[in-house]
């Protein structure tokens, strides 16, 4: 995800050309909401991405915003600072994954909800809507960057609409630190920043949606 953003933040683009192996670079706390309907059909995700503070700050000092450095913004920051996360490259998948029983769900574009600051952290929503309704109960949802240069949590919950429930299935962290640090191996060493395998799946939680009895 913070491919596109970087396009737009030179202070980003700065910072990531510096050459460091550690992954990943930016944390985000997200959280989901499946919109169901009453005949249990699903239309799309509502996607928090909620920001790490070092990050927000760099995007506060990049627009220009929080002059008085208390870590709010006014009304008309908030107007400047919409929608800033929401200029998407081309195939840029928007680091949500979706699954039904017959395959991945195609997702529509972002549509903007809105940003807000919560102690120095941007906060913001957009909705993902599927391309074509279809049956909530046995969906998986996986929030992930594949190159892990940004961090997801679940922290801030899913909502899985009336009548279901998201079961969340956490990632074995050993299997994937082991995976990982095998493919760097086979990385030259001076690659590894501009090759990092795409392990970002291996680390995401799995959120299977459960209804009914």
């Not at 899985?160 to 191996?185: V, Y």
Request: proline share 7%.
């Amino acid at each position: 995800m913070i491919r596109a953003l970087l396009l737009l933040s030179p202070i980003l683009l700065l910072t990531a050309a510096t050459p460091v192996v550690a992954h990943p670079h930016v944390f985000i706390d997200s959280g989901l909401r499946l919109i169901v309907d009453a005949q249990g059909r699903a239309s799309g995700i509502e996607v928090t991405w909620e920001y790490d503070e070092l990050y927000s700050l760099l995007n506060f000092e990049d627009l220009g915003l929080d002059s008085d450095y208390d870590g709010e913004l006014t009304e008309a920051e908030l107007s400047a600072l919409d929608g800033f996360d929401l200029h998407w490259i081309p195939g840029y998948q928007g680091d949500l994954y979706v699954e039904s029983a017959a395959g991945p769900v195609a997702l529509g574009p972002p549509e903007g909800r809105g940003v807000s600051v919560h102690a120095g952290r941007i906060r913001s929503l957009h909705l993902r809507p599927f391309l074509q309704s279809l049956p909530a109960a046995g969906l998986v949802l996986r929030v992930y960057d594949p190159g892990f240069y940004t961090s997801y949590t679940l922290a801030l919950g899913v909502a899985a609409g009336e009548g279901c429930r998201a079961e969340i299935i956490p990632p074995d962290l050993d299997a994937a630190e082991t995976r990982l640090k095998s493919k760097l191996a086979a990385i030259p060493a001076n690659q590894t920043e501009t090759d990092f395998p795409a392990v970002g799946a291996t680390f995401a939680d799995k959120v299977v949606i459960r209804c009914g009895g």
